[in-house]
Nanobody, 127 residues
Framework: VQLVESGGGLVQPGGSLRLSCLGS????????VGWFRQAPGMGREGVSC???????YYRDSVKGRFTISRDNAKNTVYLQMNSLKSEDTAIYYC??????????????????????WGQGTQVTVSS
């Protein structure tokens, strides 16, 4: 199982980016995929998650600005990020659940319940 994130970069406040999480060795449509981020000196936090049945979750600070989606034909999950703010600056990771429990509102953001992780992609929001 391998996950590869892409799409990060430098963007001005108010700008947009679309992150991609490409899976190999496993069909992402049959599992939950989460996006997490880690800013310098901070812990890793859950940003969003999409389950196998299409249920989506978001942390409060990104609701209305970020959208998670999947393209099963490409075995890819996306995170569309609009109206970016400086506080969104972080390394963004995608992760999947294979062995852990089903994702719910009470656990989707718990990074220790995910089984495989990508290497991360840097997002920097700065003028």
């Amino acid at each position: 199982v391998q996950l590869v994130e892409s799409g990060g970069g430098l963007v001005q406040p108010g700008g947009s980016l679309r992150l991609s999480c490409l899976g190999s060795g496993f069909n992402l449509q049959y599992t939950a995929v989460g996006w997490f981020r880690q800013a310098p000196g901070m812990g890793r936090e859950g940003v969003s998650c999409i389950t196998s049945d299409g249920t989506t979750y978001y942390r409060d600070s990104v609701k209305g600005r970020f959208t998670i989606s999947r393209d099963n034909a490409k075995n890819t999950v996306y995170l569309q990020m609009n109206s970016l703010k400086s506080e969104d600056t972080a390394i963004y990771y995608c992760a999947i659940v294979i062995y852990g429990p089903a994702r719910t509102a009470d656990n989707w953001y718990k990074d220790n319940t995910y089984d495989y992780w990508g290497q991360g992609t840097q997002v920097t929001v700065s003028s």
